[in-house]
């Protein structure tokens, strides 16, 4: 697993700097649409029925606003609208910077 070196807010992407050299950038808006929380993706039960969840899919204003990290794998955003669950994983983020 890769891990980030530095993590810096450029504009409004998100920029990290991984140890194996490569860079990741990723706009905020779709870092949010992303997030892996509950609150975003919903939940299953024990018969796979999935209960919650959101169907919004665009958070064009949104910025991140602060970020910490989660044990030596993860990372977890606070957002300018609110959301503050999830947590992202390395390997979730280099993902998704390369599917932008």
Request: glycine content about 8%; cysteine-free.
């Amino acid at each position: 697993m890769n891990t980030p070196q530095n993590i810096q807010l450029i504009g409004n992407e998100l920029a990290i700097a991984w140890d194996d050299g490569a860079e990741s950038y990723i706009p905020a808006a779709r870092l949010r649409a992303a997030s892996p929380s509950a609150d975003q993706r919903g939940e299953r039960d024990l018969f796979g029925n999935l209960h919650g969840g959101s169907t919004r899919t665009d958070y064009p204003d949104v910025r991140v606003t602060a970020w910490e990290p989660v044990g030596n794998y993860a990372l977890r955003f606070d957002f300018s609208d609110g959301h503050r669950t999830g947590i992202y994983s390395y390997d979730y983020l280099r993902d998704l910077s390369r599917h932008a």
